[in-house]
């Protein structure tokens, strides 16, 4: 039995098809998600989605969120679903420059700051594997 996954940004449904298996990078660690799979609802993390149809893998970055898993269908709700070989490791490396200069002598500056080191160095590293 397969997997409906449907991935959902702003703008846009970003994808939405039969798969069968899902790993996503959850705020914590990572998750995997087969067929029949118990239901949960998590928190995203910035990292890499994959998506197993057969044996292809589709590999994106994805900007934080939540999934949702129930009856065979896994509904994930980003910012931004960016397919790997899209992703701007000269951007993100900028980004992450200037947000180790951004002031941070305030929580919530401190948390801004956090949110846009840990975005770049996980476009970083999904960007250069």
């Given at each position: ?105 305030t929580p919530q500056l401190m948390q801004i700051r956090d949110r846009l080191v840990m975005q770049a160095r996980a476009q970083i590293r999904i960007g250069q594997s």
């Amino acid at each position: 039995m397969a997997l409906e996954c449907v991935v959902v940004t702003p703008e846009a449904t970003a994808l939405e098809e039969k798969t069968d298996f899902v790993a996503l990078p959850l705020f914590d660690g990572e998750i995997g998600i087969g067929a029949n799979h118990s239901p949960l609802i998590g928190r995203l993390g910035y990292g890499e989605m994959r998506i197993k149809t057969g044996g292809k893998v589709q590999s994106f970055y994805v900007d934080g969120g939540f999934v949702q898993v129930a009856d065979n269908v896994v509904s994930i709700l980003t910012n931004r679903a960016v397919p790997i070989d899209q992703i701007d490791v000269a951007a993100a490396k900028k980004q992450l420059s200037e947000a180790a200069r951004r002031p941070a002598n305030t929580p919530q500056l401190m948390q801004i700051r956090d949110r846009l080191v840990m975005q770049a160095r996980a476009q970083i590293r999904i960007g250069q594997s």
